[in-house]
């Protein structure tokens, strides 16, 4: 199962081949631009170029738990934008949950807050929201006071953001969160307990959608096994820091090694081209269309 090199048709001659048993598929932002959510980190649409009348000192900060304590004003008025009523999952989410029914799917790390992978159908077991999701909050009280963490739905919230209110609990007055990791929280006890060995079985690493730039997510793609194919799919290459002849630090990076496969374009056309030569590609369009 090892790529000759790091052209898209030498994994197409594996995939085609049926070799791969255990696959992981990781994602970000990018699997759910195509139906009209923003990503974070692209130039003019994404978020974080979206801010200005914030006053932020940095753009991720809309995302970090101290800020949201002593200001939690942007992140409720962003949070409208990556809460939309009424969303169908990209073909990518629909492409990750036939991995699931065909059984090959090992593993699905997602950095998304949107839970279309529940939607589209990824069984539960085999999802790690590595950023937590809006499906359920809690109370994390106020700046200098801690939350009584009172779990909340994703209703309470979404109707309190609707009449551009900001939540705060009923039982102590904190402010109500939903369960999305922000920076300077942990990541969910499900990420450290299944990456590891996950990794180590995984034979096919596919990585949708992300720019790599956010920690510890972006490790992941290390643990793979040195023989493994990795391959990227998005519309730029991702996570690269430097020249790895030149002594850079290239955890987190693609295209260190041979095995690395890049193909440069959309998600949902990725999916598509990986699903026809995997022979999926009919049912996909099913999948798709219900
Ligand atoms: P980013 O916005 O950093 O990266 C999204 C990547 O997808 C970029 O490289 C885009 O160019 C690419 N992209 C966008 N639409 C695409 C499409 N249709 N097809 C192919 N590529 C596309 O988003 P993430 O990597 O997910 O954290 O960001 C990681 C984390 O940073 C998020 O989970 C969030 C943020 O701070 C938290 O909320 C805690
Ligand atoms: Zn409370």
């Not at 801010?51 to 992140?75: R, S």
């Not at 997602?110 to 109370?139: K, M, Y």
């Not at 450290?192 to 992300?210: A, H, I, N, R, S």
Request: a negative charge; one cysteine or more; glycine letters at 8%.
């Amino acid at each position: 199962n090892i790529v000759k090199d790091s052209t898209m048709d030498s994994l197409i001659e594996l995939l085609q081949k049926k070799e791969f048993k255990n696959i992981i598929v990781m994602t970000g932002a990018g699997v759910s631009t195509a139906v009209g959510i923003p990503d974070f980190r692209s130039p003019e649409t994404g978020i974080y170029s979206n801010l200005g009348k914030f006053d932020l000192p940095h753009p991720e900060d809309m995302f970090d738990i101290e800020y949201f304590l002593y200001n939690p004003q942007p992140f409720y008025t962003v949070m409208k934008d990556l809460l939309p009523k009424k969303v169908k999952p990209s073909k990518t989410h629909y492409f990750i949950r036939l991995l699931a029914d065909k059984g090959i799917l090992l593993r699905h790390y997602t950095q998304n807050i949107d839970t279309l992978e529940r939607v589209a159908g990824v069984p539960e077991e085999l999802l790690v929201e590595s950023h937590g999701s809006f499906h359920t909050a809690h109370c994390v009280g106020i700046k200098d006071k801690p939350g009584c963490r009172k779990e909340y739905s994703r209703e309470f919230i979404r109707e309190k953001v609707a009449a551009q209110e900001v939540p705060y609990c009923t039982e102590c007055g904190g402010l109500v969160k939903p369960d999305i990791v922000f920076f300077g929280e942990e990541l969910p006890q499900k990420f450290f307990d299944c990456y590891y060995e996950d990794f180590q079985k995984c034979d096919l690493l596919l990585v949708f959608g992300t720019s790599l730039k956010v920690q510890p997510f972006c490790n992941l793609i290390d643990f793979a096994k040195i023989d493994t194919p990795r391959c990227l799919i998005n519309n730029k290459l991702a996570g690269v820091t430097g020249h790895p002849r030149k002594g850079f630090d290239f955890s987190g990076s693609f295209q260190k090694y041979r095995r690395d496969v890049f193909y440069k374009g959309n998600c949902d056309d990725g999916a598509v081209i990986l699903a026809k030569h995997m022979g999926l590609e009919e049912e996909l369009n099913e999948l798709v269309n219900t």
